[in-house]
C-alpha cells in the first residue's frame, strides 16, 4: 500500500471525559479538562485515517516539569514493563488506548502528546491535557483511605463546618471548601509552582510531588503569605482596614481566585488558613479535615511550659510572647509517613497559620498524630510545638509593684480541651482530643509529658527563653479562699454583658479580700483590644461564707471595642490580708443575632429557586448601613450584594433573592449580615438539589 492513502493520519480524539471521571471519582469537577486519580487506568480513543498496523510506530508522551514519559502503543497489546504503560485495542480505524499510571506517579497537569510515524513521515498531535491526582481509593497509594463513608467526607464533600469558641462555649461556622469549583485546580497547581522549593529547584520539586509529605509541607507554607507570594494576608490587630475582615470569609474559592487574580489577599486568620488549606489538599485528592484545638498553647521557647504574667489589676504582660489562645485551628491530612515509618501513617498536622518559623519559613508540618500522643518530639516535623499546643503545663505569675513575682498556679490540663472536628455525614461536634493525647488525670498523660520533655532536653530542639525569667521568684502561700467567674452563654451583642464573681472563705476566720478586676475586648488569641471595665473593691467573708459579686459592662461601653471575635474577657486579681493571692478569669462569648432562611419549593437543578432570609435588629438603637451577601457552590455562581433599609429597634427585616442551582446534590446557601453596629452575623441553609 503506497501513496498518500498509506500515510497515517489522526482524525479525531475522544478523552471519555464523562466515562473516565465516574471511574475516578472526579465528575464534581467543574472542568472541560480529564482529571484522573493515579494508580487506576484510563482509556482515549484516537480515531486514524485507516486501522493502524503493526509497522507503525505510535509513541504517546506525557509531560509534566522536567518529567518527559514515552508510552510505546503497540498493536497488538503487550505489557512493556514500566510504571507507566499504555495498552490498545483497534476497531476498524479507532484505537482504544488503555493508560495505566503507577500509585506513586507524580500529581500534577501532564501534556498529552501523541506522535506516529508512517512510512517516511512523522507527525506530532497534542492531545491536550489530563490532570492526575492522588488517589485514595487505590492500594498502595500513599494517601488510601480504606473506608468509603470517610473517603466522601474527607475528600468530596465541599461543605464542612468550623468550630470556634472558647473551653466553656463551643460555636460552629459553616465553611464552602469548593474544592471542584471552576479554576481552583489550576491554582492550587499554580500555588504549587509559586513556592520557594519549586522557585530554588523546580525540578526536584516537581520529582517530590509524588509524595503527600512533600506536597503537604509545601501547601503549609503557601497558603500563608509569609516569605514568599503566598495566598493569605494574616491580621490579629483588630483593625481590618485596607482589606476584609476575617469574618467575612465563607468559603475557600473567593479567596483563591483573588489570588489567582492580584497576589495574596488580605486578611486572615486561623480558621481561615485551615479552610482553605483543606480545600486544597481535597482538591488534590489528600484527604483532609478541619480541626479546632480549644485553650490552645503558643509556647514559643518550646520548653513545653507556658507561662502568663499579670500585674496586680489583672493585666496580662504583653512581654511574653507564649500565650493561650481561646481557639485554634489546623487541618489533618491523611497519608503514610514513608519517611518515619509505618507506625505513623495516617492523621498528620499540617498549619498555614504563620506562628514560628520551620526550616526558615513560616510553615508547620506535616506532624504525626500518633508521634504527638506519644511524646516522640524528635521526629519532622515540628513536633515540639504541636505537643505543647494540646500538652504544655501553664505557670501563672503575678507581678507585684516592687518586680518580685509570685507563682500562684500551676496547671496541667488547662491546655488542648475539646479538640474538635466535623462529624462524618454530619454537622455534629466529634471530639478528637483522644488522638492526641492520654486523658488528663491519666498516669500515662504524665508519663508521656515526662517522655516529651526528656527529648527536648537532649535534642537541642528548644528555642532561647524569651522576655521573662521565672528563676528566682517566690511562691505562693497556701490560700484560705477560692473564686470562680459565672456567666451566661446567651448574651447577645447589642445587650449589657453581665456576669459574676464568686468567692468562698475556706476557712473558719473571718477575712477582707482586695478584688481588683479589668474586663476587656479581645481577640481569640487572649490578645487585649480595649479596656472596657476597672473596678476595684473590698470585700469581707465570714467564716465559711460564699458570696457573689455582680458585674455589668453595657452595651455603650463595650459597643465600640468589641472585635468580629464576639469575646470579653474578665480577670480579677483577688488578695488576702497575708498576701495571698489568687488570680481568676473567664472569657465571654457574645452571641450574633439569629438569620432566618427558608425555601418554599424543591431545589431542582438549573430552575429558579427563591430564598427567604430574615433578620431582627437585637439593639436598643437603629442600626444603618446594612448588607446582605448570598453565596454558595453549586447555587450561585457570583455572590448577590443586597442592601438592606437601616432598621429600628427590634424591627424585622425579611429579604428575597432568586437562586439557580446549577449542580445537582447537597448544597449549601451562605449569607452574611453586616451593619454599622455589628459585622458578619452568618446564617446558613442546606439545600438538596434535585437533578430534572
Known amino acids: 500500500m503506497g501513496g498518500r492513502s498509506s500515510t497515517l493520519q489522526l482524525q479525531s480524539t475522544n478523552v471519555q471525559q464523562s466515562k ?24 482515549i480513543e484516537l480515531t486514524f485515517s485507516r486501522p493502524v498496523q503493526s509497522s507503525d510506530n505510535i509513541i504517546l508522551n506525557m509531560k509534566t516539569g522536567s518529567i518527559n514519559i514515552d508510552l510505546p502503543i503497540i498493536i497488538p497489546s503487550l505489557s512493556n514493563g514500566v510504571p507507566w504503560s499504555a495498552s490498545s485495542t483497534q476497531k476498524t480505524n479507532t484505537l482504544t488506548v488503555t493508560i495505566n499510571s503507577p500509585v506513586n506517579a507524580v500529581i500534577g497537569c501532564y501534556a498529552m502528546t501523541l506522535s506516529f510515524s508512517s512510512g517516511w513521515s512523522t507527525t506530532s498531535e497534542s492531545l491536550g491535557h489530563v490532570y492526575v491526582l492522588f488517589n485514595p481509593w487505590a492500594k498502595g497509594d500513599a494517601v488510601y483511605m480504606e473506608n468509603e463513608d470517610e473517603r466522601r467526607e ?16 463551643t460555636r460552629a461556622r459553616p465553611w464552602d471548601f469548593g474544592q471542584f469549583q471552576e479554576k481552583i485546580l489550576d491554582i492550587t497547581l499554580k500555588i504549587l509552582d509559586t513556592s520557594t522549593e519549586h522557585r530554588r529547584d523546580p525540578k526536584k520539586d516537581v520529582n517530590s510531588r509524588n509524595d503527600p509529605v512533600h506536597v503537604g509541607r509545601m501547601l503549609s507554607a503557601m497558603i500563608n503569605s509569609q516569605d514568599d507570594s503566598g495566598v493569605i494576608v494574616g491580621n490579629w490587630s483588630g483593625d481590618y482596614s485596607g482589606g476584609e475582615r476575617p469574618t467575612k470569609w465563607n468559603g475557600s474559592a473567593d479567596i483563591l481566585c483573588k489570588w489567582m487574580e492580584s497576589g495574596p489577599v488580605e486578611f486572615g486568620q486561623c480558621w481561615v488558613f485551615a479552610g482553605v488549606l483543606c480545600t486544597v489538599l481535597r482538591c488534590l485528592g489528600i484527604p483532609a479535615r478541619v480541626i479546632t484545638n480549644f485553650s490552645s498553647a503558643h509556647d514559643t521557647d518550646e520548653n513545653l511550659f507556658v507561662d502568663r504574667y499579670f500585674d496586680e489589676d489583672g ?34 498536622v499540617l498549619d498555614s497559620t504563620p506562628q514560628e518559623q520551620s526550616e526558615g519559613l513560616y510553615h508547620l ?3 504525626s498524630v ?34 518580685s513575682m509570685k507563682n500562684t498556679k500551676l496547671s496541667t490540663s488547662t491546655v488542648g480541651r475539646f479538640t474538635s472536628t466535623k462529624a462524618i455525614n454530619s454537622d455534629e461536634r466529634v471530639d478528637v482530643t483522644n ?5 488528663e488525670g491519666n498516669p500515662k498523660e504524665r508519663e508521656i509529658f515526662r517522655k516529651a520533655q526528656s527529648k527536648l532536653k537532649g535534642s537541642g530542639l528548644r528555642r532561647s527563653p524569651v522576655a521573662f525569667s521565672a528563676s528566682h521568684t517566690e511562691a505562693a502561700p497556701k490560700l484560705d479562699f477560692s473564686g470562680s467567674f459565672t456567666s451566661s452563654s446567651n448574651i447577645e451583642v447589642g445587650q449589657d454583658v453581665t456576669f459574676s464573681l464568686d468567692l468562698k472563705n475556706t476557712s473558719t476566720n473571718e477575712m477582707s479580700l482586695q478584688v481588683n478586676l479589668t474586663a476587656s475586648a479581645i481577640v481569640y488569641t487572649n490578645a487585649t483590644v480595649q479596656d472596657v471595665l476597672t473596678n476595684a473593691q473590698s470585700v469581707k467573708l465570714g467564716p465559711n461564707e460564699e458570696k457573689n459579686i ?7 461601653d463595650y459597643e465600640n471595642a468589641i472585635t468580629t471575635d464576639n469575646m470579653i474577657k474578665a480577670v480579677a486579681v483577688c488578695e488576702d490580708e497575708k498576701g495571698g493571692k489568687l488570680l481568676v478569669e473567664i472569657v465571654i462569648l457574645l452571641k450574633n443575632p439569629t438569620i432566618v432562611m427558608k425555601i418554599t419549593d424543591q431545589a431542582q437543578l438549573n430552575k429558579p429557586l427563591s430564598v427567604e432570609i430574615a433578620f ?10 446594612c448588607v446582605l451577601i448570598v453565596e454558595g457552590s453549586g447555587l450561585l455562581k457570583e455572590k448577590v450584594t443586597i442592601e438592606v433599609p437601616h432598621l429600628s429597634k427590634n424591627q424585622r427585616s425579611v429579604s428575597k433573592v432568586d437562586i439557580v442551582p446549577y449542580r445537582p446534590g447537597q448544597r449549601c446557601l451562605f449569607v452574611d449580615f453586616s451593619c454599622d453596629k455589628f459585622s458578619d452575623v452568618k446564617g446558613s441553609l442546606t439545600i438538596n438539589v434535585a437533578s430534572n
Open 20 to 43: 473516565n471521571a465516574s471511574a475516578h471519582q472526579t465528575s464534581e469537577f467543574m472542568s472541560q479538562n480529564l482529571i484522573v486519580r493515579r494508580g487506576e487506568e484510563f482509556t
Open 154 to 169: 474527607y475528600v468530596l464533600n465541599e461543605t464542612g463546618i468550623i468550630f470556634y469558641g472558647n473551653a466553656s462555649t
Open 315 to 348: 493585666v496580662e504582660s504583653e512581654e511574653t510572647y507564649d500565650s493561650i489562645w481561646n481557639f485554634h485551628v489546623w487541618v489533618e491530612a491523611w497519608f503514610c509517613r514513608s519517611d518515619l515509618g509505618s507506625a505513623y501513617d495516617g492523621w498528620q
Open 365 to 367: 508540618g506535616p506532624c
Open 370 to 403: 500518633k508521634a504527638i500522643k506519644e511524646g516522640d518530639v524528635d521526629l519532622a516535623y515540628d513536633a515540639p510545638f504541636v505537643f505543647a499546643e494540646l500538652n504544655a503545663d501553664v505557670r501563672t505569675w503575678l507581678i507585684s509593684a516592687d518586680g
Open 435 to 439: 488522638i492526641y493525647k492520654y486523658p
Open 550 to 556: 455582680a458585674y455589668t459592662v453595657p452595651y455603650a
Open 616 to 625: 431582627t435588629n437585637p439593639t436598643r438603637e437603629d442600626v444603618h448601613n
